[in-house]
């Protein structure tokens, strides 16, 4: 299934692109609870099964269930630029795409939940004109993941659960750019690895919880086949995702939920992207490029009232940072900038049904590129992109 289709719609000679909604290319977009409070709490307010995903710690706050759920994000962006001293060009696109997630749990007694989940947490597709002015740099970059995870939960006693969940991902990318010759070159492959999250979640009080969580990094072996014109031949390429750690809190005060959450990716593992092919007759470095990712940060803040036993409204507010080090290292293939995201939410409960709504905006900080391809030049862009992001789910306890 693929996660991140999109439609493109623009002008011609113009960048078309879809970013990935979290810093980098990480997605964190399989939770409408979770997004209508920016993120915040993520896997210990308890009020979806999502928990599988971020703190599998946190499936013991709900029992026997089920979730399904999209968002459909929305991009805007102006883009302007120049390469090799070519006329400034400008324009505008719009691109659309849908990202769905599932989740599921039971109670296998009081104190143990098993679950599964099916979800995406990296991925992005940008993609050029073929007649856009650094086709060299890049034309179609695409990467999709997809989880699947297997998630259990103990509650050691009434105020610490531990969990863990075994993750098989699924990657897949394709990378095209043209040539000196006018020819289109493409790469692609994909790749099956595992990887693993663990969880822990202290409850204090019945109203104060804390989470701590780590998702490991997962190292794709990327094989698949490489075309330029009528030239065929194999490729292979290292794609590590980073490991990331989330810290939790919430506080019900009232009528109110308060929560926070603070999350760290490990995007230094980024490094370099080295692509092979044995498309001349060897297995050959073809393209070598210096990512040279920093880690970063997410600080997200959010509440919940409670208005009464069905109604809930939230809020959200979080700072997410880029891996991007500086405009030397921002490419064509991922022009991504810092941003800045606030987010409403809704729910509403009927018997054993849960419906819930969230709708977030993204300001993205005005990103500058100034990368170089030797052989290709240095590509001056400037981009200024926004998001919007709209969100339903549906859950039914058992």
Not at 221 to 232: A, E, F, S, V, Y
Not at 281 to 298: C, P, V
């Amino acid at each position: 299934m693929n996660m991140i289709k999109a439609s493109f719609l623009a002008l011609s000679g113009v960048l078309v692109s879809s970013t990935a909604m979290a810093g980098g290319f990480q997605l964190s977009e399989y939770s409408t609870t979770n997004l209508g409070r920016a993120f915040s709490g993520a896997g210990i307010v308890g009020d979806d099964y999502s928990a599988i995903a971020f703190n599998p710690a946190g499936m013991v706050l709900k029992d026997t269930g089920v979730q399904l759920g999209a968002n459909v994000m929305r991009m805007s962006s102006t883009a302007e630029g120049n390469l090799l001293g070519r006329t400034r060009e400008k324009g505008k696109l719009e691109t659309v795409a849908v990202v769905p997630h599932f989740f599921g749990q039971i109670a296998a007694n009081e104190n143990v939940r098993l679950g599964i989940g099916v979800f995406s947490p990296y991925g992005f597709k940008l993609e050029y004109n073929d007649d856009w002015f650094a086709a060299a740099h890049a034309l179609l970059s695409d990467v999709e993941t997809m989880d699947f995870a297997l998630s259990a939960a103990l509650k050691l006693n009434d105020k610490v659960s531990v969990g863990g969940s075994v993750i098989l991902e699924y990657a897949k990318a394709q990378l095209t750019n043209q040539t000196a010759l006018g020819l289109i070159s493409s790469v692609k492959g994909d790749s099956y690895e595992v990887g693993y999250q663990a969880g822990i979640m202290y409850r204090p009080f019945e109203d104060t919880r804390f989470g701590l969580s780590y998702r490991s990094r997962t190292s794709h072996d990327i094989r698949g086949d490489h075309t330029m014109g009528p030239l065929k031949g194999k490729d292979h390429a290292d794609l590590t995702l980073p490991a990331f750690a989330i810290a939790s809190a919430y506080q019900k005060i009232g009528d109110f939920g308060i929560s926070g959450s603070v999350k760290w990716t490990e995007w230094k593992s980024f490094d370099m992207l080295n692509i092979y092919s044995d498309i001349m007759g060897t297995d050959t470095l073809i393209s070598q490029t210096a990512e040279k990712w920093r880690n970063t940060w997410t600080f997200s803040i959010g509440t919940d009232y409670y208005i009464n036993d069905k109604w809930t409204v939230r809020a959200g507010v979080a700072y997410d940072q880029t891996g991007i080090r500086d405009s030397e290292h921002r490419t064509a293939r991922i022009p991504d900038s810092d941003r800045i995201i606030t987010s409403v939410g809704l729910g509403y409960k009927y018997n054993n049904w849960k419906f819930d709504l969230g709708y977030a905006h993204m300001f993205m900080k005005r990103a500058e590129s100034n990368h170089t391809i030797k052989g290709s030049g240095t590509l001056q862009a400037v981009y200024k992109p926004y998001i919007d992001i709209f969100a339903a789910s549906v859950q039914y306890d058992f």
